[in-house]
């Protein structure tokens, strides 16, 4: 047993997964869809949540300490921004924070993602507040030679967070966005064919805008796309040891969540978005 | 001019307002108009909101820290908690803070009026989630002997803030809540005839909910009654200084307002909340 346990813990790696709240949690599903083999520690620091209304300096702080603790206390050897605003406003600071660990954002797999599914090189995207004020989908679709235009939707995650996935409200509210997304579009003579959901609550509404979008345009999940520059990533660094499935009965992926607050409501509502039940969530201090 | 300011600090009082964020800007309103010759320093807690997603323990440490920094930085001789989840999970933690200066909630004025307002005694609130699991309005209108339901919004603060005040998107989501509140009063056969406004945001939907509540229903704005009462309670302990009109020409109320952060956004919508411009917002930190 202890060999075996040894034996595991060397050939396993880790992965830190962290978001500002649990909405991260659509893309720990992604990645555990890709990676089954690899063991997950997420944190989703639901005490200062949303990071969106906050400022660029508070977010680096608060996303540093987040992923040193992934590093220095859950032992993982890579890690996830599983968040918009931190990947377009910290991932600098969380580079910094961690140094010898890869570190992989949200922004860079989305545009990469939207780049190869365009052919017009027109892209629409919708995103929190402060993700569209850092323009980070802009700059890094302009790197791929896209076009862009961003929308904040504000509603959106209190819409999820209500679990008002499949309701009319949530369908007016996308329908209600998507035409102003258009309109700007039509002024600027867009023709665009790809629209990028640029945060981690979004995924549970992908069917809704896939509904909405006129036909032709491609959806671009963006957990979806950083699971699998995930998969890219950290195989390239361990091997196959990731990906391949296990000789012996393949059994659940082990996954630890913590939070920095409302256990209980993680709880509940973290099950809908990691598409299993998250188990206990344990409680941590980041001292703040 | 020395002479004119000593004396006029010595007779006007400072009456401190605290917010998670600046919803509670429309309490500071009703202050200024029941009250235009006392001075506000207003702090909105803009890096950690939304209290309403926070627990206990967390709500209560940060309303402390804010407390503090009116009392002893801005010289407030008087408290408003002008968020209704504080003032339902931290008004002791806060008057343990400060032990010397009088603190007035938001809850016990709104349950206040309630009982003033209800002929049948039975009552309605709407308000956050924290607020509403916390059962503080409950509480307090259970003590006026009222019967009470209560029912979170959560999708109201983010319309507020998406600025969605008259908009047929905000109409159906209140039709939608007050639907589910009827419903269950309804199996409980209650005859309510009061709907208490719970949440400092709501005041900008009065109107809506005016419209959209049933003939014969009072809706208790909690910012204007918290206004009345902050007027029994700080005018019973400084005679009539802050209420009387200026024998001089008339002039601005001085409003000094605060925040952990955001100050653009906090700058950008304040003014909305307090009905003229908020100025130029000052950013300070609380520690963490």
Redesign the interface.
């Known amino acids: 047993m202890m060999h075996d346990t040894k034996a595991r813990s060397q050939a396993t790696p880790t992965i830190g997964v962290f978001d500002s709240g649990f909405g991260g949690l659509t893309v720990l599903r992604s990645l555990i869809h890709h990676m089954p083999q690899a063991r997950y520690a997420f944190i989703g620091d639901?005490?200062?949540?949303?990071y969106g209304?906050?400022?660029r300096r508070?977010i680096a702080r608060y996303a540093a300490q987040s992923a040193q603790f992934l590093v220095q206390e859950q032992g993982a050897e890579f890690l996830v921004i599983a968040c918009n605003t931190a990947s377009a406003l910290a991932l600098d600071a969380i580079k910094e924070a961690v140094p010898t660990i890869p570190v992989l954002g949200v922004i860079e797999p989305g545009a990469e993602a939207a780049r190869a599914a365009s052919h017009t090189g027109d892209v629409l995207v919708i995103a929190t507040d402060a993700t569209v004020q850092s323009h980070a989908y802009l700059a890094a679709c302009k790197q791929r030679g896209l076009r862009t235009i961003e929308k904040a939707g504000?509603?959106l995650?209190?819409?999820v967070?209500?679990g008002w996935i499949d309701h009319?409200?949530t369908r007016?509210?996308i329908e209600?966005y998507l035409n102003e997304l258009r309109s700007e579009a039509g002024e600027h003579g867009f023709r665009a064919d790809t629209l990028v959901l640029g945060c981690t609550h979004y995924p549970l509404l992908r069917s809704a805008f896939e509904h909405a979008v006129r036909p032709g345009v491609t959806v671009i999940d963006s957990a979806e796309s950083t699971a699998q520059a995930a998969v890219k990533l950290f195989n390239g660094r361990v091997g196959s040891a990731l990906a391949r499935p296990s000789a012996t009965k393949p059994k659940q992926t082990e996954v630890r969540c913590f939070a920095t607050?409302?256990v209980e409501?993680f709880e509940r509502l973290g099950s809908r978005f990691l598409g299993r039940p998250v188990g206990k969530v344990t409680l941590v201090d980041l001292?703040?």
Chains 1, 2 share one sequence.
Do not use: C, N, Q, Y
């Open positions: 639901t005490a200062r949540l949303p209304s906050k400022s508070t504000p509603l995650v209190p819409l967070e209500e009319p409200v007016e509210v209600i607050d409302s409501k001292g703040g």
